[in-house]
């Protein structure tokens, strides 16, 4: 990249010359279009979890309906504007999950838990993940994971956000709005020379603790060589981040097309505005794959609901359900919203966002304990699956990863399986 | 035949039990032969070698689930059965008590598979320091309390923080140890009589008469905001309303009517503060109409409200003072103040709660030392004992029931702070690192990092190599002009994230299981009972050897469990022991419970804590836990427990009436209270909690898939009568036959651990039904008991089973692997040398600690 040697050469000569690049993100953008072969618009991936599942008989369509002339359940009802926009697909599951508490830990992975012998827990890598490492390389972020300090409460099991990475291990998250903004879009104000020697020192930094981490590498047996594994890993995975931050030390972060939030935001409030910074982050191509994990007990506080997160999920005939069913019409009214932007959100050829997003909403759990038939909501044309369409699968437990077989294929990551895959979906696919 | 991981597997078995001298000979889980015949009965002929329905075949499957394959095959089979989906409908079923028979044993047996498949066969991984751990450590080096509530709290996958296994590293968890260590480094060096020869200068004394700022804010408010809104208010009622309100001052018609009627809502409250005599000498702590008693570091000024900047403070330890006194004492209620911080996020979050004795005409005075750093709390909130009910609402049921706000219970004459207090010098940890008055060279500093790394890495030197680049960063920051301070904090925080601080490596010697070097053994033994490393004492003894003779080691496990300092152990390992951060998964509704508030839980978290302690430290026995005739309580607790006789904050031992239900830990509030929902008592988590817990039989998790009975639901029936439905189901008995009767033994205690008699379901609508508990039930297969205090006694007469356990978490808990049959025979060994001491709850460690295991 030509331009970018150039300003490095320029600011290294001491010289600041604004190129017209340097104030706004088209520069970026061109940037990426240039990487981009074909020259179509950039796909974008964007997973949102919500751990305990959903109510069970009021938010899945009937079976007997399947095809494009559904009835909408009360707990899609939100959506309605949407209808022809989305598709929702039952009869996929995760066939290893045997952990009624985690809606996420295996959600994108697919993984068996005990599928290592002499280890307890066992993770692989998440769709999003094989998603990145496609996707990001020209932006800012491969990847940004959202999340929530309501984490505990929320059903989601182990893990630090939804992603893992290639060797199963957690990759953490950005757990409040403010955090998530300020890495998107706060500006480092510091000159470009004293960034440079900055992000120099952080080399030193690493160079330095990788010469005690060889001291003890030496001395370990090779179980414990593995774990020390972990934080080479760690310091492999900085330095790769140093790299992308130098590569882009000379181009200002995007201005935020949102405002910044307010701190203490929670449940409805902060759910929506994680929703206003995942169109930003698009919408500015700081990223193409995010993924966040939402919040199920503040949600459950801003609606007034006063049970608790698991108990809700254990709805009964009552007071426990109505609660259960308003979290299931809150969170789609949310999702509604969320789509809403993504239509809004214009591309410099006229398409919008929603054209080249494919979004994912669901869990590993259905309702209760159950499993199986994982609620699963796709939207967007990104990965050039169906919409308008209430899929009822024949297998009733096909693999999930399957789907996410099928969405990865469809947005350029031309993997042959991902986890637990028997193959693409053909009934999402297009012709 | 034999797959090659199968061959491997046996391989590893064979070896293990020749290791260790065939005390394990039962790690292969598998399903009684018994259960052949179900097997040809109901699966057989549709899953077999022709017809593989649904591509699995059964006949073949082995009943030695001896690999992850098999076991995989077996959970299948036992998901379709918990959901009722096989035998299909038109096939021949089993009966209830058979299919029962067979789902609680392939329960169990699934359950053994795969403890024996993941057993680690005696091998510990490394392991990093866990969120505790860092934090302990940390403060042991630079005497900080750091706030790492950021970093991941290592609970996820089950099992205790201590299990290498789970503790994850990831590039982001690398940057927030560097910045932790960072901002560690800038309070040490903030706090230090290094820099502080003006510390004494900056040490500020700042008593503030109460009634000076509570009386401005009342009166302010009142006079401005409530009185002269309400007089502007008639006014334009009173005029000839030829001019707007705004020519009153009010914007329009909306809010005159808004005024009066705010007025005559909240006025006469605030009039009555006003018009109370003892408002001119102090403050009164009522439940709304004047804001908690706050002290500022900095003050506010006048009042929070206005946003004043603050002017910064240092950083460091601050004395507060409050000199308070009840009004006017009832003796039917006692009065408890807490204290909380508040930050702009969070109006009040709960520290701790004291006792007042003080009086009107003899006041007590409170004195708390709190912490101030740079970006924590510095505000400080008192405040009467409370519901948690936000305070409008408290405020607004007063106003229905007798027109104003409740009488004040507290007045407060003064509140102080006075700081920052000078640091100890043994607690300036770092001027024994840098020394005093150091020549600001490159010698220097090389110096310095080399004796800080040593102390980082717990007695190890680092190399040379790794100096020279630490010193590099050092010389790359004074080059760019940085300070000497910045510059070697530039060092200081690299050591802070590398492994030989953040990991507990033990080195390989020649064989997979070598003896732990000295110094490897003090940081095990340590970071056992203290979460936290070894001082120099223990690292003395290791150096010079002497810490390998058993006698020296036994007197160290003594010296370190009567330390302090071992109260890390007590709260780090009994919360995730006995499962208590489901005490912190649902609000306790505050309505149906509004004793049961932030103190009383903390208090009653706190009970099981000091029990534990005090068994610890005073030879008690394990057993005591089960059944006592007496309670580790204080003021607060006793109140709740109806307890007379005990007043002031500190937990002690008191003794019980014979006929008490406390005593032991099904007794405590904070074990009953985990057995609820917030709302009600919830016997399934009771009696699971019970087997797991306390008599080692724990049931399976719970399944997935498993079809839930809601038929019952919006029917009057009682909470046994609900949950005999249990019973019906195959899938749901075979677990809950065993977990539901002792639930019910302890349902004279509600969700908050109150005793009771009678219990009622309310069902809007619909009516009330009220019954009196009837606690009779029976274990299974198991002796019967018609009371809870005859369940306690079955439970107590168990000790040998709750020991069992008890040794089982403690090896998980001190070796960091998860337990599992290789380690059979040490639980076996520590069972019989603390039982011959009549389990004491010392002799478990000490047993642990001498044992061959802990030196590997």
Redesign the interface.
């Known amino acids: 990249m030509p331009d970018q040697s150039r300003r490095r050469f320029l600011s290294a000569a001491g010289t600041m010359i604004a190129l017209p690049a340097f104030e706004s993100w088209g520069w970026t953008r061109r940037l990426a279009a240039a990487a981009d072969n074909s020259g179509a618009r950039p796909k974008r991936v964007v997973f949102l979890g919500f751990g305990w599942g959903v109510t069970n008989d009021t938010w899945f369509p009937d079976v007997k309906q399947a095809g494009g002339s559904y009835i909408l359940p009360e707990g899609l009802k939100p959506l309605e504007r949407h209808k022809s926009d989305f598709t929702v697909i039952q009869g996929l599951s995760n066939q290893?999950?045997?952990?009624?508490?985690w809606g996420s830990t295996f959600w994108l992975t697919g993984a068996?838990r005990?599928?290592e012998?002499?280890?307890?827990?066992h993770n692989s890598i998440s769709a999003d993940q094989v998603a990145a490492a496609h996707l990001g390389a020209d932006t800012r972020f491969s990847s940004i994971q959202l999340g929530s300090e309501d984490v505990?409460?929320s059903g989601h099991?182990?893990?630090?956000s939804l992603a893992w990475?290639a060797r199963g291990?957690?990759?953490?998250g950005l757990d409040n709005p403010v955090g998530a903004f300020h890495r998107l879009f706060s500006a480092d104000s510091l000159p470009l020379e004293q960034r440079q020697?900055k992000l120099?020192?952080r080399r030193?930094?690493l160079?330095?603790?990788l010469?005690?981490?060889r001291?003890?590498e030496r001395?370990?047996?090779r179980?414990?060589a593995d774990?020390?594994d972990?934080?080479f890993q760690?310091?492999r995975?900085?330095e790769v981040?140093l790299s992308k931050e130098e590569q882009w030390l000379s181009i200002p972060k995007p201005g935020a097309p949102v405002q910044e939030p307010h701190?203490?935001l929670a449940g409805r409030d902060e759910i929506r505005m994680m929703y206003e910074l995942i169109v930003a982050a698009f919408r500015t191509d700081s990223t193409r794959v995010i993924t966040y994990r939402q919040p199920v007990g503040t949600l459950l506080k801003s609606l007034s609901i006063?049970?608790?997160p698991?108990?809700v999920s254990?709805y009964?005939?009552?007071e426990r359900t109505v609660a259960s069913q308003q979290r299931d019409t809150a969170q789609s009214e949310l999702l509604a919203t969320l789509i809403d932007q993504l239509k809004a959100t214009k591309e410099p050829d006229g398409s919008s966002l929603f054209d080249h997003t494919i979004l994912v909403y669901g869990s590993n759990i259905r309702t209760?304990?159950?499993?199986?038939n994982c609620p699963t909501l796709i939207a967007g044309r990104g990965a050039g699956l169906k919409l308008g369409e209430h899929i009822v699968l024949k297998e009733k437990n096909t693999p999930l990863c399957n789907l996410w077989l099928s969405l990865l294929n469809g947005v350029g990551a031309k993997v042959k399986s991902h986890g637990d895959s028997t193959g693409t979906l053909s009934e999402v696919l297009v012709g | 035949m034999m797959t090659s991981k199968q061959f491997l597997i046996s391989m590893v078995l064979l070896f293990s039990l020749v290791s260790s001298g065939g005390a394990s000979d039962v790690t292969v889980a598998t399903m009684p032969e018994r259960h052949r015949a179900f097997f040809k009965n109901y699966c057989v002929d549709c899953h077999n070698a022709e017809t593989t329905e649904g591509h699995l075949r059964l006949d073949d499957v082995s009943f030695a689930l001896d690999s992850v394959e098999n076991a995989e095959r077996w959970q299948k089979i036992l998901n379709q059965l918990n959901s009722g989906s096989m035998p299909p409908k038109e096939a021949k079923r089993p009966e209830n008590k058979e299919k029962t028979e067979f789902l609680d044993d392939l329960a169990q047996t699934l359950v053994k598979a795969r403890k024996s498949l993941s057993d680690v066969r005696g091998k510990i991984t490394m392991r990093r320091l866990n969120r505790r751990e860092y934090k302990n450590s940390i403060r042991e080096l630079l005497g900080i309390e750091l706030d790492v509530s950021d970093l991941p709290d290592d609970r996820g996958v089950g099992g205790f923080d201590t299990v290498g296994a789970s503790l994850f590293m990831s590039s982001d968890q690398f940057e927030q140890y560097h910045a932790l260590g960072r901002r560690a480094l800038n309070e040490a060096f903030a706090r230090s009589a290094l820099r502080g020869g003006d510390k004494n200068q900056q040490r500020r004394t700042d008593r503030r008469e109460s009634e000076d700022l509570a009386k401005r804010v009342v009166r302010g408010t009142y006079n401005a905001y409530y009185l002269g809104g309400y007089k502007q208010a008639v006014a334009w009622r009173a005029s000839d309303r030829s001019k707007p309100p705004s020519d009153f001052g009010l914007t329009d018609e909306t809010e005159v009517d808004y005024r009066i009627q705010a007025f005559e809502k909240y006025g006469p409250s605030y009039g009555a503060y006003l018009s109370n005599p003892l408002s001119d000498t102090g403050s009164l702590l009522t439940s709304y109409s004047v804001p908690d008693e706050v002290i500022a570091i900095p003050p506010d000024s006048p009042s929070d409200w206005d946003k004043t900047v603050r002017e910064p403070v240092p950083t460091g330890n601050y004395r507060l003072k409050i000199r308070i006194g009840a009004i006017a004492p009832k003796p039917q209620k006692r009065i408890f103040v807490e204290m909380g911080t508040r930050t702009s996020n969070v109006e009040f979050a709960f520290q701790r709660s004291f006792e007042i004795t003080g009086t009107l005409p003899k006041p007590q005075i409170i004195e708390v030392v709190v912490s101030v750093t740079a970006d924590g709390p510095r505000s400080f909130v008192f405040r009467e004992k409370r519901p948690n009910i936000p305070g409008d609402e408290v405020f607004l049921n007063s106003i229905k029931q007798i027109g104003v706000i409740p009488d004040p219970d507290l007045w407060v004459d003064w509140v102080e702070w006075d700081g920052p207090l000078p640091t100890p010098a043994e607690h300036d940890l770092l001027i024994q690192i840098v020394g005093e008055n150091v020549s600001e060279t490159t010698e220097s500093a090389r110096a310095i990092i080399e004796r800080f790394a040593a102390r980082a890495f717990r007695g190890r030197p680092p190399e040379a190599d790794f100096v020279d680049r630490l010193l590099s960063l050092f010389e790359a920051s004074r080059k760019a002009g940085g300070s000497f301070e910045e510059s070697l904090k530039e060092s200081l925080s690299a050591v802070l994230a590398s492994p030989g601080f953040l990991y507990l490596a033990e080195e390989k010697g020649e064989t997979e299981s070598r003896e732990l070097t000295p110094i490897e053994l003090a940081c095990r033994l340590s970071y056992f009972l203290w979460s936290a490393p070894p001082d120099e004492r223990l690292l003395a003894l290791a150096s010079s050897g002497e810490l390998s003779k058993p006698e020296v080691l036994a007197q160290q496990v003594d010296r370190l469990m009567a330390s302090e300092k071992s109260r890390e152990f007590v709260t780090g390992f009994t919360h995730q022991w006995l499962g208590m951060d489901r005490l912190d998964f649902f609000q306790f509704n505050a309505k149906l419970y509004p004793d049961f508030d932030e103190s009383t839980k903390a208090a009653a978290k706190a009970e099981v804590f000091h029990t534990v302690e005090h068994l610890l430290r005073n030879k008690g026995s394990l057993s005591s836990l089960l059944k006592s005739d007496f309670v580790v309580i204080n003021g607060l607790l006793a109140n709740y427990y109806g307890i007379e006789g005990v007043t002031g904050d500190e937990y002690r031992p008191v003794s019980l009436p014979a006929n008490s239900p406390r005593g032991g830990l099904l007794g405590m509030a904070a074990v009953l209270a985990i057995g609820s929902n917030g709302e009600t008592t919830s016997p399934v988590e009771r009696g699971a909690w019970i087997l797991r817990k306390l008599l080692n039989d724990p049931p399976p998790p719970a399944p997935p898939n498993v079809p839930q009975i809601s038929r019952l639901e919006g029917k009057l029936l009682t909470a046994r009568e609900r949950l005999l439905a249990h019973q019906e189901e195959p899938q749901c008995a075979s677990c809950h036959r065993k977990i539901d009767p002792i639930g019910f033994g302890l349902e004279n205690f509600n969700a908050v651990g109150v005793w009771r008699t009678e219990d009622r379901y309310v069902k809007p609508g619909v009516g009330t039904k009220e019954w009196p508990i009837d606690p009779a039930g029976a274990f299974h297969n198991g002796p019967a008991f018609k009371s809870y205090f005859e369940l306690r006694d079955l439970i107590a007469a168990r000790e040998g089973d709750f020991a069992r356990g008890f040794s089982e978490a403690l090896i998980e808990y001190a070796l960091g692997r998860p337990y599992s049959f290789s380690d059979e025979d040490l639980a076996l060994r520590l069972v019989a040398q603390a039982k011959a001491k009549n389990f004491s709850l010392q002799e478990f460690f000490q047993a642990l600690v001498a044992s061959p295991e802990f030196r590997r």
């Not at chain 1, 291990?169 to 953490?172: A, E, Q, R, T």
Request: overall charge negative; charged content about 25%.
């Open positions: 290893y999950n045997n952990e009624a508490h068996n005990y599928s012998p002499g280890q307890s827990f505990k409460t099991g182990p893990g630090l990475d291990k957690p990759i953490s020697a120099a020192q030193s930094v160079d330095a603790v010469s005690d981490a001291r003890v001395k370990l047996n179980g414990d774990k020390l972990e934080y760690s310091i995975d900085i981040r701190e203490g006063k049970f608790a698991h108990d254990h009964l005939p009552g209760i304990h159950y499993l199986d």
